[in-house]
């Protein structure tokens, strides 16, 4: 069954303070792996797709990339409106068809 | 551009209530259509998608039936609603066929069942 870990589940930083947000998954026949940004009481925001290991994406201060187990999104010198839930989801095929597995996200709070 | 409509945005029903929810997506020809549900402390679940019109898969047994009456339009119904059918539920659409279906998503509909 596949499945899907982000870690940790919740993260304080302050301001200007890198980090890093951690996916680890287990999918069958891995055709990509996706990013969203996730305000309070919206929809989820797409950020990066990755589709194979070694590969990296960058959007201003965030940078993901993907080994074949895991996936990093980088934070550098976060600012407050950087505050968010980061939701991973790697797409599989499972039964023929391709599907999206979402894990439950890190909630992301940057202080001032 | 692609955009995608979902209403309404919130929603309080009563237990045994029906529910329709809908979604349409303008600026792309039949893209793959998805109903998912998000519950407090849980992951994304998905729950129907489709590929084209009159074609719905289902992921979870439940209450809650989908539909796609017309290529850019999707609908979430129950004909009784239940105290934990609520949630936030999103509708997300992609494009292509032998790409990952990494989707878009719509602005959500929070669903309070009482």
């Known amino acids: 069954e596949d499945q899907v870990t982000q870690s940790p589940e919740a993260l304080r930083l302050q301001e200007g303070e890198s980090s890093s947000l951690n996916c680890s998954y287990t999918?069958?026949?891995?055709?990509?792996l996706f990013w969203y940004r996730q305000d309070p009481g919206k929809g989820p925001e797409f950020l990066f797709t990755?589709?194979?290991a070694g590969e990296e994406k960058e959007k201003e201060r965030l940078k993901a990339t993907l080994t074949k187990k895991e996936s990093f999104l980088h934070i550098t010198a976060p600012k407050p409106e950087d505050s968010a839930t980061y939701l991973c989801?790697?797409?599989?095929?499972?039964?023929?068809?391709?599907?999206?597995?979402f894990g439950k996200g890190t909630k992301l709070t940057v202080n001032p | 551009s692609q955009t995608i409509h979902q209403w309404p945005a919130t929603l309080v029903q009563p237990v045994g209530s029906p529910l329709s929810l809908e979604c349409t997506v303008e600026?792309?020809?039949?893209?793959?259509l998805y109903w998912y549900r998000q519950a407090a402390g849980r992951g994304l679940q998905l729950l129907f998608y489709s590929v084209g019109i009159g074609q719905i898969s289902s992921e979870v047994p439940q209450n809650l039936s989908a539909s796609r009456p017309q290529d850019r339009q999707f609908i979430l119904s129950s004909k009784k609603l239940l105290l934990s059918d609520s949630g936030f539920y999103l509708c997300?659409?992609?494009?292509?066929?032998?790409?990952?279906?990494?989707?878009?998503f719509g602005a959500g509909t929070r669903l309070s069942v009482l």
């Open positions: 600026g792309t020809s039949n893209p793959n």
């Open positions: 999918v069958s026949g891995l055709r990509g």
């Open positions: 989801a790697p797409a599989g095929t499972q039964g023929g068809s391709e599907k999206l597995v």
């Open positions: 997300a659409w992609s494009v292509g066929t032998g790409v990952p279906p990494g989707g878009y």
């Open positions: 990755l589709y194979s």
